[in-house]
């Protein structure tokens, strides 16, 4: 099971860039297909970017963050990143990561407690 602890959030103006990480201490996550995802306000949770197991890793990104995002693992560390670049306050949420596909919501499933990104005009 996974147990994850997302890092990295923080406030940044527009045009400005956030790296975030998130480790997985639940003892499978190079056998996973790990996601970032993101809630903004009122909205509901989406996909921003996912990555494939294995050593020849694939990825997914959401149309509004290709170009500007891109996500990154290190099996060896259990961690997952995201270098977010050129943001812009459309990208103001709570980010979490987690396997993909998505589990269902809490309580039934797991959830990280998220990261919060701020982007300032």
């Known amino acids: 099971q996974v147990q994850l602890v997302e890092s990295g959030g923080g406030t940044v103006q527009s045009g400005g860039s956030l790296r975030l990480s998130c480790v997985d201490s639940g003892g499978h996550f190079s056998r996973m297909d790990m996601a970032w995802y993101r809630q903004a306000p009122g909205k509901q949770r989406e996909l921003v970017a996912r990555?494939?197991?294995?050593?020849?890793?694939?990825?997914y990104y959401k149309d509004s963050v290709k170009g500007r995002f891109t996500i990154s693992r290190d099996n060896r560390k259990n961690t997952v990143y995201l270098q977010m670049d050129s943001l812009t306050p459309e990208d103001t949420a709570v980010y979490y990561c987690?396997?993909?596909?998505?589990?269902?919501?809490?309580?039934?499933?797991?959830w990280g407690q998220g990261t919060q990104v701020t982007v300032s005009s």
């Open positions: 990555i494939t197991r294995g050593t020849s890793t694939s990825t």
């Open positions: 987690n396997i993909f596909p998505a589990p269902p919501p809490r309580p039934s499933g797991y």
